[in-house]
T-cell receptor, first 113, second 114 residues
Framework: ETGVTQSPTHLIKTRGQQVTLRCSSQ?????VSWYQQALGQGPQFIFQ???????GRGNFPPRFSGLQFPNYSSELNVNALELDDSALYLC????????????FGPGTRLTVL | GENVEQHPSTLSVQEGDSAVIKCTYS??????FPWYKQELGKRPQLIID?????GEKKDQRIAVTLNKTAKHFSLHITETQPEDSAVYFC?????????????FGAGTILRVKS
């Protein structure tokens, strides 16, 4: 059992709105990575947070932003939603110092109309 | 940047047969190669992984092989069962300032026919 949780499970928004997705990492993990998985594709790396700082970023525009809190939980914020933002958003946690192994949460399915 | 190619995109096998999925990567510094299984509507689940200092790793019916020179790695599933039907993703790490990020292949839909 991975222990990574995400909320909400599903979300429907309209174009131009803003959304916040949440992730609680597995106990003992201090690193959270966020991925976007479009239908029929592999997950694409958005960014990673380590000790409350952004550690690295994929090829996503600045309207994708995030936070990590002292308890290592994390938020993904997306502003000015576009239709192409419709996807499954996955977070994954890991213990940076010991292992690269990442464990995924169940994801949030975002639909933008 | 890192690129991971995965083949085939779909694979149908008869129950009891073997299945092989192959991936190639571009970043010669990649040092960790996990495989994830994703069933419909569920999270990707880590099924096996291999590090660059190892050539092969087995876990019951699943094995992964790594050829660093050729920059490719493969997943082998023996004695396939209907519950093996899912989408399988390979991934490779590429470095950032602290830690690594995972770059995923496009996935392989495995169908095991009973």
């Amino acid at each position: 059992e991975t222990g990574v949780t995400q909320s909400p499970t599903h979300l429907i928004k309209t174009r131009g709105q803003q959304v916040t997705l949440r992730c609680s990492s597995q106990s003992g993990h201090n690193t959270v990575s966020w991925y976007q998985q479009a239908l029929g594709q592999g997950p694409q790396f958005i960014f990673q947070y380590y000790r409350e700082e952004e550690n690295g970023r994929g090829n996503f525009p600045p309207r994708f932003s995030g936070l990590q809190f002292p308890n290592y939980s994390s938020e993904l914020n997306v502003n000015a939603l576009e239709l192409d933002d419709s996807a499954l958003y996955l977070c994954a946690s890991s213990w940076l110092a010991l292992s690269d192994t990442q464990y995924f949460g169940p994801g949030t399915r975002l639909t933008v109309l | 940047g890192e690129n991971v190619e995965q083949h085939p995109s779909t694979l149908s096998v008869q129950e009891g047969d073997s299945a092989v999925i192959k991936c190639t990567y571009s970043d010669s510094a990649s040092n960790y190669f996990p495989w994830y299984k994703q069933e419909l509507g569920k999270r990707p689940q880590l099924i096996i992984d291999i590090r660059s200092n190892v050539g092969e790793k087995k876990d019951q019916r699943i094995a992964v092989t790594l050829n660093k020179t050729a920059k490719h790695f493969s997943l082998h599933i023996t004695e396939t069962q209907p519950e093996d039907s899912a989408v399988y993703f390979c991934a490779a790490t590429t470095g950032m300032e602290y830690g690594n990020k995972l770059v995923f292949g496009a996935g392989t839909i495995l169908r095991v026919k009973s």
